[in-house]
């Protein structure tokens, strides 16, 4: 589904667990797509074929999933992560990911080309991508947000859903880091508030009153 500009959200709809995903189409000077979590190969539970649907969907938009050039991950959760190993040898993209979740991706099989670091991330033919990017730790120790000024999105991966915040109980979880990360994301201009997942709400959450209001119920009612 086409969200803004040449950002495509892709709402998970199975009935396992497995991460929204999203593509920046053409984003890259070679023309080829950023796709950001591409989620499970297929889902532990149910044996739904995540990445097959993926590619399914991004066919109907007319976006051909062979030409994904770079996969930056929120995280190395394997719910967010495990496809990326097959998009790289398939298609020579690159995966990049935050250093402090590398021990971890490296554990599941995974190779990293490029660190996230907090910092701009510039992409484009003529450089017209800019992201933010954030680390946000406390779900996991290499957790990273993308923000993109331009049309005031968020790709806030497992760091808060509608109504609730990603879980802090795992290894390399921090509900203080969690709480800062949060705080420091609730001051940004923000449009576009896109989850890792689909919890109860398929995770797009459009419009400033409605993204400040979801920070505000998750500080009066969960962490804060
Ligand atoms: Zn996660
Ligand atoms: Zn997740």
Known sequence: MKLVDNLYAYVWQGNDNNCNSYVFVHALKDKRHLLIDPGHIITPFYQEHGLEILVREMARDGIDASATGLIALTHAHPDHSEAAKVIREQCQALVALHKADEPLYQMLGGKVDIYLE?????????????????HSPGHSPGHITLYWPEHKV?????????????????????????????????ELDIEYLLCGHPYGHPGIIKGKTAIQNNFDFIKTNILF
């Open 118 to 134: 907090e910092g701009e991330l510039v992409l484009g033919p003529e450089n017209q991508l800019k992201l933010s990017i954030f």
């Open 154 to 186: 968020l790709i806030a991966g497992d760091v808060i859903f509608y109504q609730s915040t990603g879980r802090f109980d795992l290894p390399g979880g921090s509900a203080r880091a969690l709480k800062q990360s949060i705080q420091r994301l609730s």
